[in-house]
Every structure is written in structure tokens, then in C-alpha cells.
């Protein structure tokens, strides 16, 4: 890796200066929406009752350097991958397999499971299978490799946020990489400022057009006398990044005129409702005003990725009352499931059948090659092997993360803590875990945040590129009626963070300008 790229940049920044950029953005963040509810521990006792406040989404300063050709090579593979998990998702024996292990170890996958297995019982009404999904990486240079590659973190197949505002950080850098003349120009001068600008960033039009695919798809009211349409997003309540949401909402609602309402998951019991007498089984929704019901085309979660969100069995009543309607889901519990960290240890096992092919078996096999190119070694550790090897010497632990099947950031153990943590738990749990080896971003990045609270972070960073992509496909014949990738995300974190979520709070967002 030509470590020099990094080691001028950002241009260096006198305290006036850094303080105008630092009162931009602020500003600039809540004019354009780039905006977030405050953390509780942020806002003083009594302060804001009414929760009206609002703040800057924590972001860079700069755009931060990404090598173009892996760049590309991540958004090549993204409408690969799109298939990749639509072609699992379809595979439900496949799938109950490898899951066959979890189950008994892991209460969340387990009601997930039971979920899907309530729903098979009674017969699924709804074939199509919407995926909103995001394939996170990180760049990997270890000092011995010539070149840096591109590794996979993890994929994403619920709730993949930050489409929305990540959107808005490239339009920030980039208005500040264009200030006018005869306006103060709001970055010092440097040799890569020149001629560049983040890559266009289409995630809020991608999303949003996944959304509006399976609407169309659902085809026309399944109710008597028919219904409006509508989309619904099943919400956390006191969700803090819901400006990231709102921009697909108004996105669907200005542009493809699709009226969108927002549940909160505590309330769909309450708000929603399948007419008994139907064997269609429209998922009604009933709005705030007594004489308006609509008719949901598609469920879009922003919430029921994590245990905390289901605080009752009433919780897991509503999740099957959604995953038995004939509204097509983003994503069905299959899919969901099909994300699971396990399921990626899985695929990149070296030895044993080889799944990318059997699950695309029309693709070019240089193309599963640069697919598989992508994972970083992982391992099971149900068994002896290496995988318990390498978790319990301390040594061989370091290079390692041990995560379990859980999304939102937040739960990984890391590096030496990995072998203290497994014998503090009985070895029969396992199996919940897989390991999987450090990915090695290059030393040199630096740059600097402002964060939700104001405070400005400096320093060295590293960077993980989400890519955005969406598929519309039929679950019993497995075709695909809609594949798209489009947008991207940078989040930037400090050199010495492990964890890397901006939500969970460890990471700013960020963009990229490609060298
Ligand atoms: P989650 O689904 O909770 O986001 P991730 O697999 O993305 O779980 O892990 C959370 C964070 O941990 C990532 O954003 C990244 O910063 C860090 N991380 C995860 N796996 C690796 C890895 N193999 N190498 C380096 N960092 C990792
Ligand atoms: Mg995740
Ligand atoms: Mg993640």
C-alpha cells in the first residue's frame, strides 16, 4: 500500500479555520435534515420532556481517501450478492440447517424460527420477497500484501440503515469541495481537492425504488370493496436516526407518489388488522382518522432486527401477524435469518461444498472467484478445531472478533478479551458464536468529527464502505423481478475503536473521494 497518499492528508487546519468548518456543518446539517435525535445521556434531566430536540449527525470533516478500483469492485459484486441471498432466502431446507444449531442455544433465532414455521404451517400468502440490503468492507492491508483488497465485514439483510444521511454527507463535502469564487473557500487548498468529488451517491433514489417496486408488484387491492395502497415502516419507538428514515419515506411519497404511514412495532396489533373472512389476508391499516383504512403492499422494518425489540409475547403475535399477510415483507423472517453471522462463517468455508456456486449457478465462475475473494477467514466453534484454537490462545485471539448472531453493533467480543469470554461461559453455548479474523485497514488515514454532542474528534481513523442494494424476487420459483445496486456509505471511526456502528455510537458518517 503506497502509504504516502495518506500522509498529507487531510491538509493541515489552523484552530480559526477548523472553526469555521466546524459551524458549516453544524449548520448545514440541520438545514439539509443531516440530523439526529440527541442520545438521553446528551440531554440534562428534564430538559427535553416534549423530545423535540435535534442534532448534527456525527460527520467528517473531510471526505476520506478509498482506492477507486476496489471502489468499483464492491459495487460490481453488489447485484451478485443481491442473488446470492435471494437464491438462500429461497433455500429453506439449506437454510433450517444451518440454523438447526442455533436453535437450540439461541432464544432469538429460535422464536424467529418458530415464527417462520407457524406461517409454513398455515401456508404463506405472499410469494414475493423484498431485500433492502447493505454489504459492509473494510480495506485490508496487512504490511506483507502488495496490494490492499477488499474484505467483507458482514452483510446486511434488515433494517440497513444510513441510506438517507449518507446520502447528505456527500452532498455536504462535495458543497464544500465546490465553494463558489468569492466566497471564503471552506477547505485549504491540497493537490486532491483539485478535480474531485465524492462518487454520486443514489441511495435514498436506490432504496426507495426497491420500495416502490414491490408496491407495483403487489398488484391491486386484495380487499372488499378494494382498498388505497400504501406502504408501512415498522419502527423503533423513540427512534433516534428517523431523519435517515424520513428520506425514503418522502422520497416514496413526493416522487413515486406512494402514500407511506409509520407503526411503531409496539402498536401493529393495534393499528393493523387481517380480515379473518379473507383468505387473501390484506394487512389493513387503520389511520388516525376512523373512516380512512388502507391496504399495506409492503412491510419495510426498521425494527424486530434485535431481542430488545421484542419486550412481550405480544411482540412475537405481531411479528407473525405481519409474516402472515399478504403484504410483501422487507425481509421476511427468512431472510432475516439469512444474515445471520453463521450463515457468513458458512459460506467462506475454504473446504466442503462449495455453496456460491450451487446457490448462483449461472455465474461466471470468475465472478464468484472475486465474490469469494471478499470473505475473510471465519470458523465455527461448535466442535474441536481450529477455530477453538485459535479463540483460546490469547496470542491467536488478538487477530480475531468473536460475534454472535445479533445486528445493530454493539455485541462483538474482541481481540485478547475473546478466550476469557468463552470460559466464562458453558462450553454447550458455543456454538452461538463464529470467529472471525481482524480485517487490517491501512495505518496512514487521518481525519477529523464533529460529533452529535459538539465535541471534535482528531486523529487516526478507519474507514468501513457500505454498499447499497436492492431485489424484488418470487420465493417458491426464485425468480428475480428487480435487482439494483445504487449508494454507498463511509463510516469513519478512531484507529483504536473496535466496534464500528454510528447509530450504537462509535462511528461518524463520512464520504469518499476515490484516488
Ligand atoms: P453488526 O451487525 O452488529 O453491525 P458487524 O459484523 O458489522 O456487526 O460488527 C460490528 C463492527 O465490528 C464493524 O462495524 C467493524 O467496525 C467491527 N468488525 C466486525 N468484524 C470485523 C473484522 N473482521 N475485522 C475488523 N473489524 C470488524
Ligand atoms: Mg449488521
Ligand atoms: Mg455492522
Not at 440447517?97 to 424460527?113: A, G, Q, T
Request: glycine share 6%; net charge negative.
Amino acid at each position: 500500500m503506497d502509504g504516502s497518499i495518506y500522509s498529507n492528508y487531510p491538509p493541515p487546519l489552523d484552530p480559526a479555520w477548523e472553526k469555521f468548518l466546524v459551524s458549516t456543518i453544524k449548520d448545514w446539517a440541520i438545514q439539509n435534515g443531516l440530523a439526529v435525535r440527541p442520545h438521553p445521556s446528551f440531554v440534562p434531566e428534564g430538559v427535553d420532556s416534549k423530545g423535540v430536540l435535534a442534532t448534527n449527525a456525527p460527520v467528517t470533516l473531510f471526505p476520506s481517501l478509498f482506492p477507486k478500483a476496489r471502489f468499483e469492485d464492491a459495487v460490481a459484486l453488489q447485484t451478485v450478492y443481491n442473488e446470492l441471498y435471494a437464491a438462500i432466502t429461497c433455500n429453506e431446507a439449506w437454510l433450517g440447517k444451518v440454523m438447526e444449531n442455533l436453535i437450540d442455544v439461541d432464544d432469538f433465532i429460535s422464536n424467529l424460527w418458530k415464527v417462520h414455521l407457524a406461517v409454513q404451517k398455515e401456508g404463506y400468502v405472499q410469494t414475493l420477497s423484498l431485500g433492502l440490503f447493505r454489504s459492509d468492507y473494510m480495506i485490508h492491508a496487512p504490511s506483507t500484501s502488495a496490494s490492499p483488497s477488499l474484505k467483507q465485514v458482514e452483510f446486511n439483510t434488515i433494517s440497513s440503515s444510513f441510506g438517507g444521511l449518507s446520502s447528505l454527507v456527500a452532498s455536504l463535502h462535495s458543497e464544500l469541495l465546490t465553494s463558489p469564487p468569492g466566497r471564503p473557500i471552506s477547505y485549504p487548498p491540497h493537490p486532491l481537492f483539485d478535480s474531485r468529488l465524492p462518487p454520486s451517491n443514489t441511495a435514498v433514489e436506490t432504496l426507495s425504488a426497491g420500495l416502490a417496486a414491490a408496491h407495483k408488484a403487489y398488484g391491486v387491492s386484495k380487499s372488499t370493496p378494494p382498498l388505497p395502497l400504501c406502504i408501512l415502516f415498522i419502527v423503533q419507538e423513540n427512534e433516534r436516526n428517523i431523519f435517515d428514515q424520513l428520506a425514503l419515506s418522502k422520497q416514496l411519497s413526493n416522487v413515486s407518489k406512494i402514500p407511506v404511514f409509520r407503526v411503531n412495532s409496539s402498536e401493529i396489533l393495534d393499528r393493523t388488522f387481517i380480515p379473518e373472512y379473507n383468505a387473501f389476508r390484506p394487512l389493513i391499516y387503520q389511520t388516525h382518522n376512523p373512516s380512512v383504512q388502507f391496504e399495506a403492499t409492503t412491510v419495510y422494518l426498521r425494527a424486530f432486527y434485535a431481542p430488545s425489540d421484542y419486550n412481550s409475547p405480544r411482540d412475537w403475535e405481531a411479528r407473525t401477524h405481519l409474516e402472515r399477510s399478504a403484504a410483501i415483507k422487507c425481509p421476511t423472517v427468512l431472510n432475516q435469518l439469512s444474515g445471520c453471522k453463521k450463515i457468513q462463517q458458512v459460506l467462506a468455508e475454504p473446504a466442503g461444498p462449495d455453496h456460491l456456486s450451487s446457490f448462483l449457478p449461472h455465474k461466471d465462475p470468475e465472478l464468484i472467484a472475486k465474490l469469494r475473494e471478499t470473505f475473510a477467514p471465519q470458523y465455527d466453534l461448535a466442535t474441536e478445531g481450529q477455530g477453538r484454537e485459535l479463540a483460546l490462545n490469547p496470542e491467536t485471539a488478538a487477530n480475531h472478533v468473536l460475534k454472535p448472531q445479533r445486528e445493530g453493533g454493539g455485541n462483538n467480543i474482541y481481540k485478547k478479551e475473546i478466550p476469557e469470554f468463552l470460559r466464562s461461559i458453558p462450553e454447550s453455548e458455543w456454538k452461538r458464536w463464529v470467529l472471525m479474523e481482524l480485517i487490517q485497514p491501512p495505518a496512514g488515514p487521518k481525519n477529523i468529527a464533529l460529533r452529535s454532542d459538539g465535541e471534535v474528534l482528531r486523529g487516526n481513523v478507519v474507514g468501513e464502505l457500505g454498499v447499497y442494494g436492492t431485489i424484488l424476487w418470487d420465493n417458491s420459483t426464485g425468480e428475480i423481478s428487480h435487482n439494483e445496486q445504487g449508494g454507498w456509505l463511509l463510516r469513519t471511526k478512531g484507529k483504536d475503536v473496535n466496534e464500528g456502528g454510528v447509530a450504537a455510537g462509535f462511528s461518524s458518517l463520512d464520504s469518499i473521494l476515490l484516488y
